[in-house]
């Protein structure tokens, strides 16, 4: 597949059952742990503490292509990222970022101050990305990932700061 263009117009919108043919295709591609379907569907239809997003890439006749997922967790007043891709067709351009800014801002409209995550100690991207938004490592878990027993590094953003917003573009 040819890369994507630099500019690339973006638009992030919340996650519909109609989306999950290729959630679960970007999900898959992207992780060695994927969620089944039926996670998603429980995200969507019943975890009343869900905010899930996805993010579009529109072409110029305004043809939109889903291109990353972000599921969080809003729990009082803590953002918790469950998990979040870009297709890897679409990364770096600034997508995974722009699903992060937007779930953040909005679950602070909502009351949330802070914000939790774990990421594997292999995943440098992830930390980069999280790093840039202000998240902090806090601890790590020993071999908290079953298939390879690696390392989680649980990051927190605390408080949640709007002047990332800034990094919305
Ligand atoms: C992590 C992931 C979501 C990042 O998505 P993305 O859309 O490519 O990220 P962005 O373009 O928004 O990157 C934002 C910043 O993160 C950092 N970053 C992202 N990918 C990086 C990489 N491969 N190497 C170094 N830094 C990286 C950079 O600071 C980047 O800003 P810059 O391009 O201006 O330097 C993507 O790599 C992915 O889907 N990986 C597989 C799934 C995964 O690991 N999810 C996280 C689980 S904890």
Not at 58 to 73: E, F, I, R, Y
Not at 117 to 122: G, I, K
Request: hydrophobic letters at 45%.
């Amino acid at each position: 597949m040819n890369p994507p263009p630099a500019d690339l117009a973006i638009q992030i919108r919340k996650m519909q059952l109609e989306d999950l043919d290729r959630v679960v295709e970007i999900d898959h591609a992207s992780f060695s742990l994927p969620w089944p379907r039926s996670s998603f569907v429980f995200e969507l239809k019943e975890n009343e503490a869900s905010r899930c997003w996805v993010a579009e890439v529109v072409d110029p006749n305004g043809q939109p292509t889903l291109a990353g997922l972000l599921v969080s967790w809003l729990i009082v007043d803590e953002l918790h990222i469950a998990t979040i891709a870009t297709a890897a067709e679409y990364r770096r351009h600034h997508i995974g970022r722009r699903l992060m800014v937007h779930g953040l801002s909005e679950a602070m409209q909502e009351g949330a101050v802070v914000s939790f995550l774990e990421v594997r100690r292999s995943n440098i991207a992830a930390q980069a990305l999280y790093t840039r938004l202000g998240y902090q490592e806090d601890a790590i878990r020993p071999r908290y990932y079953q298939d390879n027993n690696e390392d989680a590094i649980l990051m927190s953003l605390q408080p949640i700061n709007p002047a990332l917003f800034d990094l919305r573009g």
